[in-house]
């Protein structure tokens, strides 16, 4: 029943919905779900520069992403223009400039939906070596910063003041978003990553007492969206990265109806509220 | 008290301009081991920037902040608004910064009187209940030095007179420096060894005594301020309980107290021109009203 190439696509999924749910809570947290759009909209840039310049795709789209990032810290400093314009600005012009790019190029015959959307078929024995390689690496990191990271995030003035170093930390989980959106492009595709890092966390928020289970509860709902929205992919011959994304919607539709409230009020008794 | 003269914290002509406008200029302040500094002042009048170059977190644009190394600071924002996406117990957010063990963390929670919340969703607690966790969070560290920016507001006035006090019992426990910035005219501690009294630059500074009689301190609130400007004293004979009771010296536990109630020798508290009384400060004195 299970053909080779679509073990490699759920073993390729769960690994970067096991690394996207912990660093999707942090967006939803700090809100910057519109900073990950920006981000994955200028992964198209990067791929266009790899097949520019024969680099290796991922490569190229953490190295885009991470000076969209870079740039984005510097423009803020600045301060002329307001965060959210700055995010529209960088995501639009770099999506736009991708497109150009790859339309200069007619000799590269290239499938766009698959960039754009995921496309299984892609993901070959490296892709998934980059995927648990990279993947590894930015959890490692993240366990390292998490407290600084998350005291910046409840308030960046406490966290600086009190020794945390928040400026750093912040870089820090900038170049770990850029490396999430590079490994996960192929997978959900450049349009829906956002969706893979903030709808498991905003499933999860519902049944979390803690940060830290937050993160682990989404991890859970990221690789059930992600095997089950491949089976329907398989099944019903739909894109992957919708079919994941829709299936991530639907955990999150179930953890709003009244059943899961049941589930939560039996499983965790008071706890989490004033006495 | 050899180590009383350590100065923990020292700005030097600090200014600091953001956006071509001077928050704040020309301040030379030094908070000591053991010694709380209190900054007054009028909305605007740059005491949060003040605090915020003493932290570090701000970068003086002229003069110089010096922070002695290796110091343990313990920081009370003057707003902190928790996102309702974050799922954070008062539990977790104690330990936000520093490790702590249950037993620092319960003593912290008694003693800012919020103990029996320390499982309770941080966005679930009033105004005065997280101001308490602010400061429980603060001391449970152990600080050296701590900046404290209006760390009572929105709690209730038994709850001030006693959080007012528990930040001198700190002082003098852990010996620790502390810059405490007051809403409040009416109640300057007199644990307070130093009132600095700002309005963009310093314009006077000295003991609270010298400060409430001092003519810049009078143009700057009014005349009406000066009365109100009560030196709170804690010489009590009685203590007021979290929950609304109050401990006498003689040990026993009312629901009240009263002059004449039999466990009073003398009056426990001390108002500087009678304009703090027990039950709350008189309307009308707080020099906001006065529309000037």
Redesign the interface.
């Known amino acids: 029943m299970l053909d080779d190439f679509f073990t490699r696509a759920v073993v390729a999924g769960v690994g970067v919905a096991l690394v996207a749910a912990p660093l999707g809570c942090f967006v939803?947290?700090r809100?910057l779900a519109y900073f990950g759009d920006t981000l994955s909209h200028a992964a198209l840039l990067g791929v266009a520069l790899a097949f520019l310049l024969d680099l290796n795709i991922t490569l190229a789209v953490f190295l885009v992403c991470a000076g969209v990032a870079v740039a984005l810290v510097l423009l803020q400093r600045r301060a002329t223009l307001s965060s959210d314009s700055l995010l529209g600005l960088l995501a639009h012009s770099s999506l736009a400039l991708g497109l150009v790019v790859l339309a200069f190029m007619t000799w590269i015959r290239m499938d766009l939906m698959g960039f754009l959307f995921g496309d299984i078929l892609a993901v070959s024995k490296a892709d998934i070596g980059i995927i648990y390689l990279g993947g590894i690496a930015v959890l490692i990191v993240l366990a390292l910063i998490w407290?600084p990271l998350?005291?910046a995030?409840?308030?960046r003035?406490?966290?600086?003041?009190?020794?945390?170093k928040p400026a750093r930390t912040n870089l820090i989980f900038m170049l770990l978003m850029a490396t999430v959106i590079a490994i996960s492009m192929k997978i959900v595709g450049v349009l829906l990553i956002t969706a893979l890092l903030i709808i498991p966390a905003?499933t999860a928020?519902r049944f979390?007492?803690?940060?830290e289970?937050?993160a682990v509860v989404a991890a859970v709902v990221g690789v059930a969206a992600v095997v089950s929205g491949l089976f329907g992919s398989l099944t019903w011959d739909t894109p992957s990265g919708p079919s994941i994304v829709v299936a991530a919607l639907v955990f999150f539709l179930v953890s709003l109806s009244p059943l899961a409230g049941l589930l939560m009020r039996t499983s965790r008794p008071v706890?989490?509220?004033?006495? | 008290m050899l180590k009383a003269s350590e100065a923990l914290v020292t700005l030097e002509n600090a200014g600091f301009e953001r956006a071509e406008q001077w928050l704040v200029r020309g301040v030379d302040l030094t908070v000591r081991r053991g010694e709380i500094v209190t900054l007054i002042g009028p909305n605007g009048s740059g005491k949060s920037t003040t605090a915020k170059l003493a932290l570090g977190i701000h970068k003086p644009t002229e003069g110089a902040a010096r922070r002695s190394s290796g110091l343990n600071v313990g920081y009370v924002p003057q707003k902190v608004s928790v996102d309702r996406t974050l799922p954070l117990s008062v539990r977790r957010f104690m330990r936000l910064t520093k490790r702590l063990d249950d037993h620092q963390m319960e003593e912290a929670l008694e003693a800012t009187g919020i103990a029996h919340l320390a499982n309770a969703e941080v966005r679930t607690l009033s105004g005065g209940e997280f101001q308490r966790a602010m400061l429980a969070r603060a001391i449970a560290v152990r600080p050296d030095f701590m900046v404290l920016d209006e760390p009572v507001q929105g709690v209730d006035f038994s709850g001030e007179i006693a959080l007012y006090e528990l930040i001198s019992r700190i002082r003098d426990d852990l010996g620790c420096g502390i810059l405490l910035i007051s809403h409040d005219l009416h109640v300057v501690m007199a644990a307070t060894d130093q009132v600095i009294c700002l309005n963009g630059h310093i314009c006077c500074k000295g003991s609270p005594d010298m400060v409430a009689e001092s003519a810049e301190y009078r143009q700057l609130f009014g005349d009406r301020a000066t009365a109100a400007l009560a030196i709170y004293r804690h010489n009590h004979d009685h203590t007021h309980l979290p929950d609304g009771r109050v401990r006498h010296l003689d040990g026993t536990i009312t629901d009240h107290c009263h002059p004449d109630d039999g466990h009073h020798e003398h009056h426990g508290h001390d108002g500087h021109h009678a304009a703090h009384q027990h039950d709350g400060p008189e309307p009308g004195t707080k020099p906001e009203d006065d529309g000037a």
């Not at chain 1, 003035?157 to 945390?164: I, T, V």
């Not at chain 1, 979390?208 to 940060?211: E, H, K, S, V, Y």
């Not at chain 1, 706890?271 to 006495?275: A, R, Y």
């Open positions: 939803v947290w809100r407290n998350f005291a995030t409840v308030n003035e406490l966290a600086d003041a009190e020794g945390m905003a928020r979390a007492t803690g940060p289970q937050m706890q989490g509220e004033k006495s």
